[in-house]
């Protein structure tokens, strides 16, 4: 993501020979996770799943993976909503942004959004929310002929509502904090109308990810809700209906980097010189600290006569 107030001074930052170690383990663990973790997760899962699949009945595993899957989805929704969040104290409060999201404070916020999955993968694992394989949808998903587990499914419906809303109004807000920027900007303002594009990319890019989660809950909700009732051999002459919430689930944990890379200029570059191997004097401590307090200053001055303009 481009640069903003949720950044530390960077003349705090560990020096060059540090960072490249830092930067080098963070690459060793993603290219375990990327070439071991996710592959040998991709086998197991399809491996329960074809098993489960091409058998009858349901099987013990299903209450567990079932509330991993949920709480996953309900932790991820958290940081999402944190990201919507910083956004809009970014945009219309920056000084207080870069006192409330700095990174070790960013941290914990991260770390509770995994707690908060946690603490939901507890509550779902309790046999008053029971999951089992639907192996014509080719998901887990609730069990709705007991009535607990019909009460956990509109739970789980309310608490990303909630979520999604939030989001929702945040991301108003950076529209309308965009929008008063417009106003106030000098036609001849450069550097001002940077910004504006600058921010404008940022917002458009988390924005899409909020609306593909809006859609992927719509489905997820909706569509099994309109077929669990049909009779098997309807569900076989149906079951193609279901591909798209598959397809969303891999859409959903795959297509955040997509977006950052066909919209963020700064993460284009800075992976391009990562895979070249390029180094430049613009990316020392000293010159991302000068850049960064000339954008965040020129941010601060644009919303300055925006309110002065009003």
Same mark, same amino acid.
């Given at each position: 993501?481009?640069?903003?107030?949720?950044?530390?001074?960077?003349?705090?930052?560990?020096?060059?020979?540090?960072?490249?170690?830092?930067?080098?383990?963070?690459?060793?663990?993603?290219?375990?996770?990327?070439?071991?973790?996710?592959?040998?997760?991709?086998?197991?899962?399809?491996?329960?799943?074809?098993?489960?699949?091409?058998?009858?009945?349901?099987?013990?595993?299903?209450?567990?993976?079932?509330?991993?899957?949920?709480?996953?989805?309900?932790?991820?929704?958290?940081?999402?909503?944190?990201?919507?969040?910083?956004?809009?104290?970014? /945009? &219309?409060?920056?000084?207080?942004? *870069?006192?409330?999201? $700095?990174?070790?404070? #960013?941290? =914990?916020? +991260?770390? @509770?959004?995994?707690?908060?999955?946690?603490?939901?993968?507890?509550?779902?694992?309790?046999?008053?929310?029971?999951?089992?394989?639907?192996?014509?949808?080719?998901?887990?998903?609730?069990?709705?002929?007991?009535?607990?587990?019909?009460?956990?499914?509109?739970?789980?419906?309310?608490?990303?509502?909630?979520?999604?809303?939030?989001?929702?109004?945040?991301?108003?807000?950076?529209?309308?904090?965009?929008?008063?920027?417009?106003?106030? /900007? &000098?036609?001849?303002?450069?550097? *001002?109308?940077?910004? $504006?594009?600058?921010? #404008?990319? =940022?917002? +458009?890019? @988390?924005?899409?990810?909020?609306?593909?989660?809006?859609?992927?809950?719509?489905?997820?909700?909706?569509?099994?809700?309109?077929?669990?009732?049909?009779?098997?051999?309807?569900?076989?002459?149906?079951?193609?209906?279901?591909?798209?919430?598959?397809?969303?689930?891999?859409?959903?944990?795959?297509?955040?980097?997509?977006?950052?890379?066909?919209?963020?200029?700064?993460?284009?570059?800075?992976?391009?010189?990562?895979?070249?191997?390029?180094?430049?004097?613009?990316?020392?401590?000293?010159?991302?600290?000068?850049?960064?307090?000339?954008?965040?200053?020129?941010? @601060?001055?644009?919303?300055?006569?925006?309110?002065?303009?009003?």
């Amino acid at each position: 993501m481009d640069t903003n107030c949720t950044e530390e001074d960077l003349t705090a930052c560990p020096s060059v020979e540090n960072n490249v170690l830092i930067g080098s383990a963070y690459v060793l663990f993603a290219i375990i996770d990327i070439l071991l973790y996710v592959p040998c997760m991709i086998i197991f899962m399809h491996l329960v799943s074809g098993i489960i699949t091409v058998t009858d009945g349901t099987t013990k595993i299903d209450a567990v993976f079932g509330p991993v899957v949920i709480s996953a989805w309900l932790g991820y929704l958290a940081i999402t909503t944190v990201q919507a969040i910083n956004r809009l104290c970014h /945009m &219309a409060f920056p000084r207080k942004a *870069a006192v409330f999201f $700095k990174t070790d404070l #960013t941290k =914990i916020y +991260v770390l @509770l959004c995994y707690v908060y999955a946690f603490v939901w993968f507890v509550v779902f694992s309790t046999p008053y929310a029971d999951f089992i394989y639907h192996k014509n949808m080719a998901m887990f998903y609730y069990n709705d002929t007991v009535q607990t587990s019909e009460w956990a499914h509109l739970m789980e419906f309310i608490i990303c509502g909630i979520q999604l809303g939030i989001v929702g109004l945040c991301y108003i807000g950076v529209i309308k904090s965009i929008q008063s920027m417009r106003r106030g /900007m &000098a036609t001849d303002a450069v550097e *001002a109308q940077n910004v $504006k594009a600058q921010e #404008t990319r =940022i917002t +458009v890019q @988390l924005m899409l990810i909020f609306l593909l989660h809006c859609s992927f809950i719509l489905l997820w909700m909706i569509v099994p809700e309109v077929y669990e009732h049909l009779e098997f051999d309807i569900y076989q002459a149906a079951w193609s209906k279901f591909w798209i919430l598959n397809l969303y689930w891999i859409i959903i944990n795959g297509i955040n980097p997509v977006i950052f890379l066909a919209i963020n200029k700064t993460v284009r570059q800075k992976v391009y010189k990562l895979v070249t191997g390029q180094r430049s004097s613009s990316n020392t401590v000293s010159g991302q600290h000068t850049s960064y307090s000339h954008r965040t200053s020129t941010r @601060l001055q644009v919303i300055a006569s925006s309110h002065t303009a009003q």
